[in-house]
């Protein structure tokens, strides 16, 4: 069962709510019926979360589809509690195209507000009695419902714009940094500020806001994440996909039963396999795909059967970063490596790991 609901594509990016978007619900219907609401106060509130959510959607189309101009994919546009997550398949590494890319997102917000303030009757609200400001504004109605809304937009732009890295302000501030000085450098100095202000909201919002502390979590291991990543990319540069395949590796005939395969993966520490015929790769026998069919199949099955045909090659000159991104991006990290038509390798994300660490100590 997926943990998400999938609401379904829109200019090619699927979008989907995260099933814990819905505890949301429950804490403002909490906060609701707590501060003594009705049930006209929880309606008034559903529907600025979800016009809410709507501009946070806007927000990340405005990252995928700047990426998309750059050639850069997007999997999904995930909603989770505390915001919108599109899911790039890179980064780009052009200092000027990561910066368009992170500041896409709060301009679709800006416009968004400035749509918002031409509509909106803000000098009602512009008052200096704090009585009638408190009346005007004690809960979401329908005559305050579009402000609330601009505000939020005004707010979404100025939080993101923050430096915290791995946000899109603290994105802005490695491209930037980036113009200056190595990627990794930038990153590293990034990491560093999107830490210390992360450090910063979980305090706050300890004694405010939880949510605040939730998303510093986040942006905490988001920025360490990402530091690691490109630290190990750094390892990687100036070799080719050569340089780390296994050129040790079994392959299987389509013919060759499960039985055959259950006992290569007992024998050896291999556990996918290349199914060849005639010297070709023909498909892929996965260990979770085997595994699946021996609860299903006899064992005299043929791997034909089981086999997953559409599969990605590598050529064993392309750079090893790139492979390392592409291994990155799926959960069946594993790749037929390929010379002048012929198979000569296998990649998968545990020799990249084994690569980087001997790398690392050599370098060391």
């Known amino acids: 069962m997926s943990a998400s609901l999938n ?4 200019a090619g990016i699927k979008v989907q709510i995260h099933w814990t978007f819905w505890l949301l619900f429950l804490f403002i219907g909490f906060m609701v019926f707590s501060g003594g609401g009705d049930y006209i106060d929880l309606f008034w509130s559903f529907l600025f979360i979800f016009a ?7 927000h990340e189309y405005g990252h995928a589809l700047a990426a998309r101009r750059y050639g850069i994919g997007t999997r999904s546009i995930t909603l989770l509690p505390i915001g919108g997550v599109a899911s790039l398949k890179d980064m780009p590494e052009d200092p000027k195209q990561e910066f368009v890319i992170a500041i896409a997102g709060p301009l679709v917000n800006v416009v968004i507000a400035i749509i918002l303030y031409i509509f909106v009757p803000v000098e009602e609200f512009l008052v200096s009695d704090p009585e009638l400001l408190e009346e005007q504004l004690s809960g979401i109605t329908a005559s305050n419902f579009m402000f609330y809304l601009l505000m939020v937009n005004v707010v979404l732009v100025v939080f993101n714009m923050l430096p915290a890295f791995p946000m899109d302000g603290g994105r802005v501030f490695r491209a930037l940094l980036s113009t200056r000085m190595s990627r990794v450098q930038a990153t590293r100095m990034a990491t560093a500020l999107g830490k210390f202000m992360a450090l910063v909201f979980f305090l706050l919002g300890l004694f405010g806001n939880i949510i605040l502390a939730i998303i510093a979590v986040f942006i905490y291991f988001g920025a360490h994440s990402e530091n690691i990543v490109i630290q190990q990319i750094s390892l990687l540069e ?10 040790d590796f079994t392959t299987l005939s389509p013919d060759d039963t499960l039985q055959q395969a259950v006992d290569r993966i007992l024998a050896s520490t291999e556990q996918d396999f290349i199914v060849s015929e005639m010297g070709k790769p023909v498909g892929i026998l996965y260990m979770a795909d085997l595994a699946q069919a021996l609860r299903e199949l006899e064992r005299t099955t043929p791997i034909r ?7 990605v090659s590598l050529q064993a000159s392309a750079p090893l970063p ?3 991104r592409q291994l990155r991006q799926g959960d069946r990290n594993f790749f037929p490596v390929m010379e002048n038509g012929t198979l000569i390798g296998v990649l998968d994300m545990n020799n990249i790991n084994e690569f980087l660490t001997l790398r690392a100590a050599y370098d060391y």
């Open 7 to 10: 609401l379904g594509r829109y």
């Open 52 to 58: 809410l959510f709507f501009c946070v959607v806007l």
């Open 238 to 247: 100036g070799n080719d996909i050569r340089d780390a395949m296994i050129t």
């Open 305 to 311: 059967e089981v086999m997953q045909t559409r599969f």
């Open 322 to 324: 790139s492979a390392y």
